[in-house]
């Protein structure tokens, strides 16, 4: 057990105007742990998604480790929170995440025969109900060989071993053609809804069919997901539409997102500048076009995705440090005072520069 006890601290890619509404979430406090920070062996770093487990009062944190630090895995961590802040933040368990045999993921080897090619993490999900993970993964794309590696949804055991994969449509498929996801801006972001029926996989940026990658400019569209968990199938899809990049930033992206509701999310869209710019949106789909079928967003009738602003991280008062590179959103638990808290953390890039980041705020 570690324990880093650091307390305290529309048709078109041009979309409608945000609603103007009363912020829904509120800033509360923050925790850091330094860069460098090991646990079991593994450094701490890269983590990029968070679900909490209130049976077990834990939370699943992923590493986007490409099994170049350590293997590719999650681990289990509790955080002591109050109505002022974080207390505690303490790494209890990890777990590589394991392949179809049984046996963690090897290092990028491209020159290999065949190649090895590991996944990029992004996404976690808890199912309190059928007590085991989903995990996302980017895949990979180098046009020079080619190296392909498709996106993909796994289900995974509390352990990490291997229980299954999700089928996942042709539009995100990866392919040596300007067509499908672009890397490493694929399926960034997982969500179960309550009642545990339906899984929604967020993409990072459009695809290359769906138009330009987000930009200061305007505003894009990129896609979210709905995978039925009883059949492992997807069955619908939606367009979302991405802010456009504010400065300093010349890039957004969707990061993660959390189910509120079978129709509601909170959705984590920040960029990668520095400093970065890290905005969290209430989104609704009902209403919104189903584009499954469609080969691309691009000049489309349809309805998006509606969407209002919940908080701006990047022009919040009261900050006891810079925000970093928020990269994961999950309910946690009720805080003492009767607010429902929403956990963040942060990916350092595995950067001695940075520090692993949990932000806490209040809805």
């Known amino acids: 057990m570690c324990c880093l006890g650091l307390g305290g601290c529309a048709g078109t890619p041009a979309h409608a105007p945000l609603a103007t509404v009363p912020p829904l979430l509120n800033y509360v406090g923050q925790a850091q742990v330094p860069s460098g920070a090991v646990f079991d062996g593994t450094v701490i770093g890269g983590l990029s998604a968070v679900s909490y487990d209130a049976g077990r009062q834990v939370y699943y944190v992923v590493s986007d480790d490409r099994s170049e630090h350590n293997p590719a895995r999650f681990y289990v961590v509790r955080i002591s929170l109050s109505d002022k802040g974080i207390g505690d933040v303490t790494f209890t368990e990890m777990h590589p995440l394991l392949d179809q045999s049984g046996q963690p993921f090897r290092p990028l080897d491209v020159n290999a025969t065949p190649p090895v090619v590991p996944p990029d993490p992004e996404g976690i999900a ?9 995990w996302s993964s980017e895949g990979e794309r180098i046009i020079n060989g080619p190296v392909l590696l498709d996106p993909w949804v796994r289900t995974a055991a509390l352990d990490g071993a291997y229980l299954g994969q999700f089928a996942l449509p042709p539009n995100l498929a990866m392919s040596a053609q300007n067509t499908g996801p672009r890397r490493n801006r694929a399926l960034e972001g997982l969500a179960l809804t309550p009642d545990g029926r339906s899984l929604f996989a967020a993409m ?27 059949t492992s199938a997807p069955v619908a899809q939606y367009a979302y539409p991405m802010e456009p990049a504010a400065s300093p930033a010349d890039r957004n992206g969707v990061s993660d997102l959390v189910a509120l509701s079978d129709t509601t999310f909170l959705v984590l ?12 949106f209430r989104a609704d789909i009902g209403g919104a076009t189903d584009v499954l079928t469609l080969p691309s967003l691009t000049g489309a009738q ?4 509606s969407k209002s602003l919940a908080i701006d991280l990047s022009h919040t008062a009261g900050l006891t440090a810079p925000i970093a590179n928020l990269e994961g959103i999950t309910l946690g638990p009720k805080l003492p005072g009767g607010r429902q808290s929403v956990l963040l953390v942060s990916d350092n890039d595995f950067s001695s520069a940075k520090v692993t980041q949990f932000v806490l705020l209040a809805m």
């Open 269 to 280: 869209e920040r960029s990668d500048s520095a400093p970065p710019v890290v905005r969290v």
């Open 126 to 134: 808890f199912d309190a109900a059928r007590q085991r993970l989903y």
């Open 204 to 230: 990072e940026d459009p695809g290359y069919n769906d138009g330009p990658e987000s930009n200061g400019n305007q505003g894009v569209l990129t896609r979210i997901t709905k995978l039925d968990v009883a």
């Open 302 to 305: 349809l309805t998006p995705i």
